[in-house]
């Protein structure tokens, strides 16, 4: 199973709307309604703030929205802010029974 | 409060074996699966396979299959991952995360701390 695709860095100025893709297969991203994003702070663990697709883990604030088309999953952050600066993960369940992570995504606030 | 606490840091030398624990605490331990993930230097994360509290089922990764084993200990609530002979590839965080599947598929929450392990001659 080969990991999902995402860009390696997003940079947006604070206040800006950015939107991270994901990019799957028939086979995991189109196959199923589940799909999470997660997290990570440098040097700390990775926390849920997305999932089944569009739901926010709870406590995550609402400038933070999920959606899919096809084999695509996306992780939309609206108004940006310095604390949303870390490296965000997508995941997706597979048709092998199997979870995928993508490659990772940095996110840098200018 | 769910948490996994998972133990401290290890430094091996090729060759040897390790286990590493992830113990539980705050939820029905029987009733979730637990999900092993790899992540090397600060890198991308990797799903290992996950294993059922209730009745120890597990699900591997072909990347992972046969070179490590996933085992829990229901009566202390607490989940392994091991090693029988560790090599420097072998060198990464681990981490344990409770598996939460409603359905087809679900997400990991919450995260253990992480266990770093270094394999080196």
């Known amino acids: 199973q080969s990991a999902l695709t995402q860009p390696a860095s997003v940079s947006g100025s604070p206040g800006q709307s950015i939107t991270i893709p994901c990019t799957g297969s028939h086979t995991d991203i189109g196959a199923y309604e589940s799909v999470s994003w997660y997290q990570q702070h440098p040097g700390k663990v990775p926390k849920v703030i997305i999932f089944d697709v569009t739901s926010r883990s709870s406590g995550v604030s609402d400038r933070f929205a999920g959606s899919k088309a096809g084999n695509t999953a996306s992780l939309i952050i609206s108004g940006l802010q310095a604390e949303d600066e870390a490296e965000y993960f997508c995941?997706?369940?597979?048709?092998?029974?199997?979870?995928?992570f993508g490659g990772g995504t940095k996110v840098t606030v200018l | 409060e769910v948490q996994l606490m998972q133990s401290g840091v290890e430094v091996k030398k090729p060759g040897e074996s390790l286990r590493v624990s992830c113990q539980t605490s705050g939820y029905s331990f029987n009733d979730y699966w637990i999900a092993w993930v790899r992540q090397k230097s600060g890198r991308g994360l990797e799903w290992m396979g996950i294993?059922?509290?209730?009745?120890?089922?597990?699900r591997e990764s072909p990347s992972f299959k046969g070179q490590v084993t996933m085992s829990v200990d229901r009566a202390i609530n607490t989940a392994y991952l091991e090693w029988t002979s560790l090599k420097a590839s072998d060198s990464a965080m681990y981490y344990c995360?409770?598996?939460?599947?409603?359905?087809?598929?679900?997400?990991?929450?919450?995260w253990g701390q992480g266990t770093l392990v270094t394999v080196s001659s």
């Open positions: 995941c997706s369940y597979t048709t092998d029974g199997f979870l995928v």
């Open positions: 294993i059922y509290g209730g009745d120890s089922s597990v």
């Open positions: 995360a409770r598996y939460i599947v409603p359905g087809a598929g679900g997400w990991l929450d919450p």
